[in-house]
């Protein structure tokens, strides 16, 4: 599907090639800042350009050739950025891969995807890649961007980007970049762009291949439906490898010509948000629960007066800030109050959150809390929710201004079709379908059908608005042995919800009763802990007090009364629960990299615990190994307590219903 420009003559169909038009149309906009040591640095869409073009003739001067594959390992820097450009402006692939990937999942990545070259971002990723070089048969060159700590390595095969871009200044002023930009405007639609790996849920990690086209369109629709312009900034701050980071700052950066700021590290994320405040905002649902848990234990904190000013405007807010955000119609003495409230309590806040200028912000991956939801739309930020995946560049569905609601994900994307199988699975087709898994044909026919319909594995619905209702992975939607439906992970979002609930992991399949694992928030329940005078020492030891138990327990009971009142799930109210002795960590293998629970893998690991569930016990000693930041490994035991929940009473119509 080939673009046009607004003068209809062909436009690019390739980021190389929006780089080339972005420094002539935004030549001396700012394109992308980086904080480093306090100070933010800043390079316009020309000055990309030739930092771009050095990078990508000093990558062709040490070897590197068209189809090539080239990992990408490190957190969210320039020139890491970059390096997506100077690859694909050559014909190779970029590979992003998890900068806190351990040693054994970053080399069946780069081994599964026949890497040639790998830039990372410091000593600590070339050290994880170096000692896998002997199972990598396909790696010639490492190439890094900070040299501390590498400077007494052997670089017969190691290269300081510095380096690599001197060698690309020494070309580009010997024979100028003629053939490189002839090479660029080459470039077509259907080329493979990039290749992302999906996080291994249930199983090994797949390379999802997507091209220009892909990518291109999903993005330049993304923009058109928020408005999105060179106007807008946003915080680069996600995983590199992730399907979201790749499309929200790289791919609709480059077709909207919007500024990316990179932080100065993971730990200044906040501070740096502060100061930028970016229009474009995306973030997981645990970040704003996370920063309005943060809102509310200081405001426990703060002086009476202003606890009572923040507890008044808020309660306004509640009613009447989403109906202004929405452009509804509210009285003139509610729109005064509420702009008292923006000088006084939101604006505050919000400049706090560094979100004062946020016009569009998106959260997706798991389900929001709808209370945690609302606050932050009542303060008149427009934060809404999408449903994407790797697969789709993203874009399945996201919600149009004015139609957001907690309980869905909006209505198809552009150019996205959206059915309903009959088993319920939601599938889709656009034109951001991936090519397909590299080198698993039968991966991919059974995930994409001939007429590129996509099944997601999701189980959903269409409400009578038009917008989509997911419900759970299709295939752990079950039924207990009294036939009641049991959907997991509408059980765990529904326990997420509260603050001090980090993870939740339901088994009921085929049995008797609905148990949980839980996991939790240590910073939560921690400031909690303070303010009760509760002493601890670890998290296991927290985990397990019976104070600590108690108030879980609150929260159990309000989800069985939440589950009561809905007719499909209220059968499967949790009957027991336990909070387990440990984090579930990625480490470990219990999470994906993004986060995700591996639910087979638990389902092995804490056998001893599920039976104990469903056995009768009250307690169950448990041994559990653990692996450290530095890969040491280590055990934690622990006697884990489970307690009994008490049921609603659920009418007769509604079991019915759901069986």
Known sequence: MPTTDQAGAPGPLTFPQYLLLNAQRFGARTA????????????????????????????????????????????????????????????????????????????????????????????E?????????????????????????????????????????????????????????????????????????????????KGVMLSFDNLVISARNGNVFDSLSERDTILAYLPLAWVGDHVFTYAQAYVGGYCVCCPESPTTIDSDRREIAPSYFFAPPRVFENMLTAVMVRMEDASPLKKRMFDYFMAHARGVGEPILNGESVGAWDRLKYAVGEMLVYGPLKNRMGFSRMRVGYTAGEAIGPEIFRFYRSLGLNLKQLYGQTEASVYISAQPDGEI???????????????IAENGEVMYRSPGVFVGYYKNDEATHSTKTNDNWVHTGDAGFFDHD????????????????????????????????????????????????????????????????????????????????????????????Q???????????????????????????????????????????????????????????????????????????GAISATVEIRDMERVPVANSHKEAAE
């Not at 994900?409 to 150019?415: A, F, Y």
């Open 32 to 123: 992308m800042r980086h904080k480093e040591h306090g100070i933010w640095k800043s390079w316009t869409w020309s000055e990309l350009l030739q930092e771009v073009t050095t990078f990508s003739l000093g990558l062709q001067a040490i070897g590197l050739k068209p189809g090539d594959k080239v990992a990408v390992v490190g957190q969210n820097r320039p020139r890491l950025y970059w390096s997506f450009a100077a690859v694909q402006a050559l014909g190779a692939v970029p590979v992003p891969v998890y900068a806190d990937s351990v040693s054994d999942e970053m080399v069946y990545v780069l081994d599964h995807a026949e890497v040639h070259f790998a830039i990372c971002q410091d000593q």
């Open 125 to 205: 990723q070339v050290d994880k890649v170096l000692s896998m070089s002997d199972d990598l048969k396909n790696l010639h060159k490492i190439v890094y961007d900070e040299p501390r700590g590498l400077r007494d390595y052997d670089h017969t095969n190691l290269h300081s980007i510095d380096a690599i871009q001197e060698a690309g200044r020494h070309l580009l002023n010997l024979d100028g970049d003629g053939a490189w930009r002839e090479h660029i405007a080459g470039g077509k639609g259907d080329d493979l762009s990039v290749m992302l790996y999906t996080s291994g849920t249930t199983g090994k990690p």
């Open 405 to 419: 609601r907690a309980d869905t994900v909006g209505r198809p994307s552009p150019d996205v079709e959206i059915k």
């Open 466 to 557: 038009g917008h989509l209702r997911i419900i759970d992975r299709a295939k752990d939607v079950g039924k207990l042995k009294d036939g009641s439906l049991f959907a997991p992970k509408y059980i765990e979002n529904k326990l997420k919800f509260f603050p001090n609930i980090k993870e939740a992991v339901a088994f009921g399949d085929d049995r008797e009763f609905c148990a949980v694992f839980l996991n939790i928030d240590l910073t939560s329940v921690g400031n909690w802990a303070e303010r009760n005078n509760v002493a601890y020492a670890s998290y296991q030891e927290l985990a397990q007090h019976p104070q600590v138990y108690q108030m879980i327990e609150e929260h159990v009971a």
């Open 559 to 633: 989800v069985n009364r939440d589950l009561a009142e809905e007719e499909m799930v209220a059968g499967s109210q949790i009957a027991r629960f336990l909070v387990l002795h440990k984090e579930l960590d990625a480490d470990d293998g219990e999470l994906t990299r993004t986060q995700k629970v591996r639910r087979s893998f638990i389902a092995e690991r804490y056998a001893p615990l599920i039976e104990a569930l469903y056995d009768g016990s009250k307690e169950k000693f448990v041994e559990t190994e653990v692996t450290f930041e530095d890969g040491r490994k």
